[in-house]
């Protein structure tokens, strides 16, 4: 079993910058990611790390803007987002554990967090 806890979301501008933080708990270090659900869409992909930090990858719409890293040591994955624009509003989930397919798909994941607000206004 593993537990996932987003923290870091809130309201900005902007423009401006948050950064994100999923602590986790529970069973070996896997493969996670990040992704965003906003109002009446659909849970899209934002970004993924392999367990070890050696693969990253984003969606189109983030790269560039997000930068997404982990540390072992302390069971925990950050989001670093950049030139954050109103589009970019929504509830932001960290998952972990993909079982098969592709890992940008959210049925591809087992473990959830409870997801945390982030808001940019224009």
């Not at 965003?36 to 970004?47: D, N, T």
């Not at 929504?90 to 798909?105: E, F, K, L, Q, V």
Request: a positive charge; aromatic letters at 10%.
């Amino acid at each position: 079993q593993v537990q996932l806890v987003e923290s870091g979301g809130g309201l900005v501008q902007a423009g401006e910058s948050l950064r994100l933080s999923c602590a986790a708990s529970g069973r070996g270090f896997s493969s996670k990611a990040w992704f965003r659900q906003a109002p009446g869409k659909e849970r899209e992909f934002v970004a993924g790390i392999s367990w070890n930090g050696g693969r990253t990858y984003y969606s189109d719409s983030v790269k560039g803007r997000f930068t997404i890293s982990r540390d072992n040591g302390k069971n925990t994955v950050d989001l670093q987002m950049n030139s954050l624009k109103p589009e970019d509003t929504a509830i932001y989930y960290c998952a972990s554990d993909p079982t098969s397919g592709s890992t940008t798909r959210p049925s591809s994941y087992r473990y959830w967090g409870q997801g945390t607000q982030v808001t940019v206004s224009s």
